[in-house]
């Protein structure tokens, strides 16, 4: 797949270019207790990003739970802004936490329209892979992605409480097969 471009900001694979920007990014999400983050070791990145890097291209399509999936990095001239990652498919664990899609945005580049972008250009690559309905989850009290999801044509399905997340996690769609 080509990744399509923004404005000033592009979707590229994960490089070693912006080592100083993601590890800026990860220290953000980490101050925030975002989960993704928590297990990132800054002192085995800074020692090693190549390495990080590599881990990261090797394993693409990476697989998450058994379904192949392919990361991108969002950046402009400042560096990392954000990641997306694409599921090939669902699995039954992907069908109840976590959908076709997930992105993150890095808190200091929020607000910004990032979101909304990376999630439209997800769309094109998802269709590519002959995906008509893309499932989006987000907990109920992520007032930002409901509003990106909402932006980008999805519809919420239902909300539902999951025994390993305090807050409710909303189901989104979006039909891709009249488009």
């Excluded at 560096?79 to 109840?96: E, F, K, M, P």
């Excluded at 269709?127 to 919420?156: F, P, W, Y």
């Excluded at 909300?159 to 009249?178: C, G, N, Q, Y």
Aim: proline share 4%.
């Amino acid at each position: 797949m080509t990744a399509p471009q923004g404005k000033s900001t592009r979707l590229i694979r994960p490089d070693a270019a912006y080592k100083a920007s993601f590890i800026a990014a990860v220290k953000e999400f980490q101050a925030e207790e975002r989960p993704n983050y928590m297990h990132i070791d800054l002192a085995a990145l800074e020692a090693d990003f190549p390495a990080y890097v590599k881990s990261q291209l090797t394993h693409e399509p990476s697989v998450l739970n058994g379904v192949p999936q392919t990361n991108y990095w969002d950046v402009d001239e400042q560096g990392y802004i954000g990641r997306l990652s694409i599921r090939h498919r669902l699995n039954a664990g992907l069908r109840v936490y976590g959908g076709h899609i997930g992105y993150d945005v890095r808190p200091s580049r929020r607000r910004e329209g990032h979101g909304t972008r990376m999630l439209a250009l997800s769309l094109l690559f998802v269709r590519e892979l002959g995906i008509d309905q893309v499932m989006i989850t987000c907990d109920e009290t992520n007032i930002g992605s409901r509003k990106i999801i909402a932006a980008n044509g999805g519809v919420l399905d239902k909300i539902i409480k999951l025994d390993f997340r305090e807050v409710p996690t909303m189901h989104w769609w979006i039909d891709l097969s009249a488009t």
